[in-house]
């Protein structure tokens, strides 16, 4: 197959950033994308229904003329949440997800949650109103060792989080072993889990082998190469429970190249053109349309989007900017290190 028309894909974890930034790389998923989860890991993050408007209200000033685009908004979970400003929020559509991020655990994840106690009642109406919770896998305690914090996570906090609030609907994000694969795939369908473009090309071994690489550092930092396997296996099955989320995170050059560098990849330009090597590869092709254009949906209770986007296999490599320049600074894009020969029609 060499032409492949999918419905157009959303982007299930996406990091908009605000400000010049915003309008810089705001094009970059437009192009391709119908919808986005919007992460609220702003300095401030989005906390209220309050915030959350006024952040949607930038986004869509920030929309490249003739876009059709809907970012999904999240609330920050704190551990102050207002149940009722959030019941408010997600009965009136504002907000399709509540993004948990364990304090510590990345970038601006300072007012995350310390004591999941703390959070219990939020955790409750969520359940009650269907309302999905994002969840950022990783224990932060000093003694685990950073590639084993998803595996502790799902063992010492989200198994007992979901054990203790039934009926709670859960998104494992940007899941990166073998772990999170089987522990998704153990649950009943209240479990979702995103995974990235980047995790399924990248090993650990990209970052450290030969000399650092900062733009192949993010969080969850890519692991093993049999976890690799096994998002690889996990994302090309068209599995239900499996679904994009890019969680392309831009950071300035200067910030990424840097003694404390950054963590995240930007995917957003050449996700689609990257999938479509990885499921061909794999022999899967056929499956990409679940993976990025109707599992996510279908999760989130929203409609299959119904205009298209094609993909084609030419002999000539595709072509991407290296570097987006926005006016906060340039944000180099994800490069897999090997030629690709789809190309977004
Ligand atoms: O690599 C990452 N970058 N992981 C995250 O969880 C956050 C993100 C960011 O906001 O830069
Ligand atoms: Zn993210």
């Not at 799902?154 to 694969?181: N, Q, W």
Request: glycine share 8%; net charge negative; hydrophobic share 40%.
């Amino acid at each position: 197959m060499t032409e492949i028309t999918l419905p157009r894909p959303d982007d299930w974890h996406l990091h908009l950033r605000d400000g010049a930034m915003l309008k810089g790389i705001l094009p970059e998923s437009t192009h391709h994308f119908g919808r986005a989860i919007v992460m609220p890991n702003l300095v401030p993050p989005v906390v209220t229904a309050e915030d959350a408007a006024a952040y949607r209200a930038r986004i869509m000033a920030a929309l490249p003329a003739g876009a059709r685009f809907t970012p999904l908004m999240t609330l920050y979970l704190t551990e102050t949440t207002d149940p009722a400003d959030l019941r408010a929020a997600a009965e009136s559509g504002l907000v399709s997800a509540v993004k948990l991020y364990p304090a510590g655990a990345t970038t601006n994840s300072a007012s995350g949650v310390r004591d999941f106690d703390k959070v219990r009642g939020v955790l409750e109406v969520m359940a009650e109103i269907g309302l999905p919770l994002c969840v950022h896998g990783e224990v932060v305690s000093p003694e685990v060792d950073i590639f084993d914090r998803e595996a502790v996570f799902i063992e010492t906090v989200l198994d007992p989080i979901r054990r203790a609030t039934p009926g709670l609907r859960v998104v494992m994000e940007h899941i990166t072993t073998k772990d999170g694969v089987d522990y998704a795939r153990s649950q009943d369908e209240t479990l979702g889990a995103t995974i990235t473009t980047h995790h399924l090309i990248i090993n650990r071994n990209h970052i450290l082998v030969g000399g650092i690489k900062p733009h192949y550092y993010c969080l969850p930092v890519a692991k093993r190469e049999h976890h690799r396997l096994a998002l690889r296996e996990a994302a090309t099955s068209g599995e239900a429970r499996f679904f994009l989320g890019t969680d392309s995170a831009p950071h300035i050059d200067a910030l990424k190249e840097h003694a404390c560098g950054c963590a995240g990849c930007f995917t957003a330009t050449n996700t689609m053109q990257l999938l479509a090597h990885v499921f061909e590869e794999d022999g899967k092709l056929a499956n990409l349309e679940a993976f990025a254009s109707r599992n996510g949906p279908a999760f989130y209770r929203l409609p299959v989007n119904s205009d298209t986007l094609t993909l084609i296999k030419t002999g000539t490599p595709a072509q991407w900017p290296a570097k987006i320049e926005t006016g906060a600074g340039p944000v180099t894009v994800f490069d897999p290190g090997f030629p690709v020969y789809w190309h977004v029609k």
